[in-house]
């Protein structure tokens, strides 16, 4: 499917940087007119991704965070976040919820927020390579009742 | 400021304001641990009146907080949460160990 609007956000991988990615993809995404519930899905999913990048991708440097988004016209807005970072040995035990490789504050919930306010999310990363997240949400269709 | 402190000897409440996220958490952290470290009151409140948006680095501040408080045998509460963020720390398992609160 063709997307009917896309946009792409370069930026540094810095923590304050975490609101700002996340109110850039869901003003962008506003445009489909999501409710206020999905477009906040949408802003904590993104917040998630973001913080991956910062606290795990460039742990010791500032690197560089990429955000794709597309909205389609069947209400879907597609998300990619990329960095070039460090990478992941093993996605599936990273994507466990609870795992983290941190300790401290980290909640080790990253991965399952996005999975839980997401309808897809996939990931592509090797060790050294960077990493690739690609979240998906379709917006339910609104009724207007009192129209 | 992001963080209010109110306190009687069996209570101190931490009222949190704003966006939770990795970046904010850490002056949050600060800010609610002088308190409770200085009170060391047996209840220990965090207020999420005001609290506008959340990641789940809201869930790490709320463990960690957890983890200092239950060190004195204190616990913990979390109030005024809305349906979202009760839901969010439902999935983390938190109403194991805090008392978790909607607002009304």
Known sequence: MKPINKMILKTDSRSINESFVR????????????????????????????????????P??????????????????????????????????????LFTTLGGERAGLGF??????????????APGKGTTVNLTKTFVSRTYENE | ???????????????????????????????????????LAPNVRLDFN????????AIGFV?????????YGGNVEVINLTRRQFAMMKLAGLENVVKLKTKK
Do not use: W
């Open chain 1, 23 to 58: 109110i850039c993809v869901s003003a962008f995404a506003a445009q489909l007119d999501p409710d206020i519930e999905e477009l906040s899905d949408v802003k904590t999913a993104v917040s998630e991704a973001v913080t991956n990048c910062i606290v795990h991708a460039y």
């Open chain 1, 60 to 97: 010791d440097k500032v690197g560089e965070i990429t955000v794709k988004v597309f909205i389609y016209e069947n209400r879907a807005v597609k998300i990619i976040i990329r960095d070039k970072g460090r990478g992941i040995k093993d996605i599936k035990k990273a994507m466990e919820p």
């Open chain 1, 112 to 125: 399952a927020v996005m999975e839980s306010f997401c309808d897809k999310v996939s990931v592509r990363s």
């Open chain 2, 1 to 39: 400021m992001a963080v209010k402190i109110s306190s009687s000897p069996m209570r101190v409440t931490v009222s949190l304001s704003g966006e939770i996220d990795h970046h904010n958490a850490a002056v949050l952290r600060m800010e609610a641990d002088e308190a409770i470290q200085s009170k």
């Open chain 2, 50 to 57: 005001e609290v506008t948006f959340m990641d789940s680095s």
């Open chain 2, 63 to 71: 463990l960690g907080r957890y983890r200092i408080v239950e060190s």
